[in-house]
């Protein structure tokens, strides 16, 4: 795994409550992608809470989705944010999302 949102300005939960278009709440979703009802790509991002920090993992493919959504005791949130914010930001590139 190595995709992660780490802005400079904010912390990453803020980052992440503030351009996230929607929440699975501790539900992981079945795909690492989706189309939203405008037809904007978006990529989910797993907000994980190591006790000591939190970390907040880009899913670029389905393998480092199953990675994230593995059942390890640590507690996680999803959110669904638009591909473009992501690339804009510099977090990931457009080359690195795996259909």
């Known amino acids: 795994m190595g995709y992660y949102i780490n802005p400079e300005n904010m912390s990453k939960e803020e980052w992440v409550l503030k351009y996230s278009i929607r929440s699975n709440g501790r539900i992981p979703p079945k795909s ?3 189309v939203n009802e405008q037809g904007v790509l978006c990529v989910w991002v797993c907000i994980i809470d190591n ?14 989705l199953q990675a994230f959504a593995h059942s390890d005791g640590r507690a996680k949130r ?3 944010i638009p591909f473009d914010r992501l690339t804009s930001a510099g977090f990931i590139e457009r080359e690195d999302i795996v259909s």
């Not at 006790?51 to 480092?64: L, P």
């Open 32 to 34: 690492h992608t989706e």
């Open 51 to 64: 006790i000591m920090f939190t970390a907040a993992g880009i899913c670029v493919s389905a393998g480092e």
């Open 78 to 80: 999803w959110y669904l």
